[in-house]
C-alpha cells in the first residue's frame, strides 16, 4: 500500500472507531444484534444488484467475444466488489481486477478494458441521477443537509464528465504516453512503444463502444434499476432491526447514503465516511443515531459476507490462470 493509502486508511479507522465510540460500542451493538441471522437475508438480497450490474456489463460484449458470457460479467462483478470493500486499493482496484479477470477468460485485454471503462461510466451517471431522486424525495427537510449532498454530487458529477471527456480525447494513449516521458529522463533502456499501441488500441475499443448508442442505453438502464433495487437492502436490514421505514425513506438513504460514500472514494471501503452519511441522513427520516449506524454495520457485514469468500476465488482463480500460463511455455532442452 502507498504512504497516501496507508494515512487515508488509518482516518478512516480513526473516523469510524470514533462515530461508533460516540454513540457507545454497547447500544450500537445491542441494536445489530437484533438483526441476528437477518443479516443472511441481508447478504443474499444484495445478490440481486450484483446481478443487474452484471447484466449491464455483459450487454456491452460484442457478439464475437464467445469466450465470455453473464455468467463471467458476474464473477467478475463480485470480484471487483469485493476488492473494492476490503482491499487498500480505493476505488480503481476493483475495475482493474475485472479487466485483469474477463482477459484471463479469453476475452481481448482491449475489449475488457473498454467494456469495464464504459460500464463503470454509465454505471456512475446512473448513480448521480438516483442521488438526485433522493434529493427530490427530500422535499422541504433540512436545507443544510440538501446543499451538502448536492455539492457532493455536484464534485462527483464534475468528475465522471471529465472523466467521459477523457476518454473521448484517449484517455489511456496520453496517459501511456506521457508516462513514457517522464521514464524516459531517469531511464532510457526500456521500450515503450508496444505499451503506447496496445493503450491506443483500448482508445480505440472505447471509442468504438460508445457509437453503440443501444447498447450503452441498455447498460445505462439495467444499472439504473440495479441502483433502485439496490433500496430493498436497506428496507430489509431496518425491519430486521426493528426500525421499519417505507420505501421513500428507504430510498433516500441509500441514494444519498452512496452519493456520500462515492465522494470518499479515495479512503478504502470509504471507511467513517459512510458511517458519517447514515449519521447525517438518519435524522431526515426519524432514525436514532445507533440505528444508524446499526445499518451501516448491516451494510459492513454484507460485505464481509460476501467480499471474503470473493477475496478467496480470486486468489485459486490466479493461482490456476498462472499454473496454465506456465504450462503453455515450452521446455528449454
Known amino acids: 500500500m502507498s504512504r497516501a493509502g496507508t494515512v487515508l486508511l488509518s482516518i478512516g479507522v480513526v473516523l469510524f472507531i470514533a462515530l461508533i465510540g460516540w454513540q457507545g460500542f454497547g447500544s450500537v451493538a445491542s441494536t445489530l444484534v437484533t438483526a441476528g441471522w437477518g ?3 441481508v447478504a443474499a438480497f444484495h445478490l440481486l444488484p450484483v446481478v443487474l450490474d452484471a447484466g449491464a456489463i455483459s450487454v456491452l460484449f460484442s457478439p464475437l467475444e464467445r469466450d465470455v458470457s453473464l455468467r463471467d460479467a458476474l464473477l467478475a462483478r463480485w470480484a471487483g466488489e469485493s476488492v473494492n470493500s476490503l482491499m487498500p486499493a480505493g476505488q480503481i482496484g476493483g475495475p482493474m481486477m475485472m479487466v485483469r479477470y474477463l482477459a484471463q477468460r479469453g476475452m481481448r485485454a482491449r475489449d475488457a478494458a473498454a467494456v469495464i471503462t464504459v460500464s463503470t ?14 434529493v427530490a424525495l427530500l422535499g422541504g427537510s433540512d436545507t443544510s443537509v440538501r446543499t451538502g449532498v448536492l455539492i457532493v454530487i455536484g464534485v462527483i458529477g464534475a468528475m465522471i464528465f471529465g472523466f467521459y471527456l477523457a476518454q473521448r480525447r484517449g484517455l489511456f494513449g496520453r496517459a501511456t504516453r506521457f508516462a513514457s516521458t517522464v521514464a524516459a529522463r531517469f531511464s532510457a533502456k526500456r521500450d515503450w512503444s508496444s505499451l503506447v499501441t496496445r493503450a491506443e488500441a483500448v482508445d480505440t475499443a472505447v471509442h468504438e463502444m460508445y457509437r453503440e448508442r443501444g447498447k450503452v442505453a441498455a447498460s445505462f438502464a439495467l444499472s439504473m434499476v440495479g441502483w433502485i433495487v439496490g433500496t430493498g437492502e436497506v428496507w430489509l436490514a431496518l425491519r430486521l432491526l426493528g426500525h421499519p421505514v417505507d420505501w421513500t425513506d428507504a430510498l433516500i438513504l441509500e441514494s444519498l447514503g452512496q452519493a456520500i460514500r462515492g465522494a470518499a472514494f479515495a479512503i478504502p471501503g470509504s471507511l467513517g465516511v459512510q458511517e458519517g452519511g447514515f449519521l447525517l441522513l438518519a435524522r431526515l427520516v426519524g432514525l436514532p443515531p445507533e440505528v444508524a449506524l446499526a445499518l451501516s454495520l448491516a451494510k459492513r457485514a454484507r460485505e464481509l459476507l460476501l467480499g471474503v469468500p470473493g477475496i478467496v476465488y ?10 496454465r500460463r506456465l504450462a503453455r511455455v515450452p521446455e528449454i532442452d
Do not use: M, P, S
Not at 121 to 127: D, N
Open 39 to 41: 443479516l443472511l437475508a
Open 121 to 134: 461510466t454509465v454505471q456512475t451517471i446512473a448513480q448521480l441521477i438516483f442521488a438526485l431522486a433522493g
Open 314 to 323: 480470486l486468489h485459486f482463480v490466479e493461482k490456476g490462470w498462472q499454473r
